[in-house]
């Protein structure tokens, strides 16, 4: 993700920062380099930190997610979802409502924050106000009202995720694309973006669900309880199918 957004969209190579348990050159000896806990919390205040109108923010997420027991009444489904930390066994994990007030209610107005969920149960892992539900594969779709209690939104800025199932479905690592493990939303998410310009959300949404589908259907995974549906939620509902897609 780091080469894609520095390489293929610009961003400087100083601006981006990652968390990893993989073995890199540059970062193995730096233990901030680590996505635990402490360092994942703090990467996500860095992300916004003097965050000023026309800014453009990524966070990309590849990792394991749970869902857990809601306690404070905010969700429809009575689950918070999380993201888990190589720490959370004994740190506990991340959930939806702190990635929430960290990331997305600082935005200022002409802020834009596109975050990139490639975990299980990740559907609603940003807990935004609105939850785009495509009803067939000829692009209806409807928003769905997520707003019950507390607020969730931002201070004017505007905030997607794209993640990689709803919440009560997993995602998985694949070999179909590449050879080599990966997860098949991140792949299929950059794949889109480099094979097509001009490219609305609705096409995007559904560009990644036929990648996914037919790497699926490749692999033998035809099962219900195999299927894997890429997610798109949002600060405030939009057309889908206008809307171009600018990170």
């Known amino acids: 993700m780091r080469y894609f957004l520095v390489e293929k969209l610009g961003f400087p190579y100083a601006s981006v920062i990652v968390l990893t348990v993989q073995s890199c050159a540059e970062d193995e000896k730096d233990p901030y380099k680590y996505p635990t806990k402490a360092n994942i919390r703090s990467a996500l205040r860095w992300l916004v930190h003097g965050c000023r109108p026309g800014d453009s923010l990524v966070f990309h997420c590849s990792g394991h997610g749970a869902r857990v027991r809601d306690r404070d009444g905010d969700e429809i489904d009575g689950h918070d979802e999380s993201i888990c930390p190589v720490d959370y066994e004994t740190e506990g994990r991340i959930l939806d409502d702190e990635i929430n007030s960290t990331i997305v209610r600082p935005l200022p107005p002409g802020a834009t924050l596109h975050a990139i969920i490639d975990a299980c149960f990740s559907g609603t892992s940003l807990d935004l106000s609105f939850v785009c539900r495509i009803i067939n594969r000829a692009?209806?779709?409807?928003?769905?009202?997520?707003?019950?209690?507390?607020?969730?939104?931002?201070?004017?800025?505007?905030?997607?995720?794209?993640?990689?199932?709803?919440?009560?479905?997993?995602?998985?690592?694949?070999?179909?694309?590449?050879?080599?493990?990966?997860?098949?939303?991140?792949?299929?998410?950059?794949?889109?973006?480099?094979?097509?310009?001009?490219?609305?959300?609705?096409?995007?949404?559904?560009?990644?669900?036929?990648?996914?589908?037919?790497?699926?259907?490749?692999?033998?995974?035809?099962?219900?309880?195999?299927?894997?549906?890429?997610?798109?939620?949002?600060?405030?509902?939009?057309?889908?199918?206008?809307?171009?897609?600018?990170?």
């Open 139 to 247: 692009g209806y779709f409807r928003w769905e009202d997520h707003r019950i209690s507390s607020y969730k939104g931002t201070r004017g800025g505007t905030a997607f995720s794209i993640s990689a199932c709803n919440d009560d479905q997993s995602s998985g690592d694949t070999t179909a694309f590449t050879g080599v493990p990966m997860g098949a939303l991140t792949y299929s998410f950059i794949q889109t973006l480099e094979e097509e310009v001009k490219l609305t959300y609705g096409r995007l949404i559904m560009c990644m669900y036929n990648k996914i589908h037919e790497a699926q259907k490749g692999l033998g995974l035809n099962g219900a309880s195999e299927t894997q549906e890429p997610q798109l939620s949002s600060s405030e509902p939009f057309d889908i199918h206008s809307k171009l897609v600018a990170i």
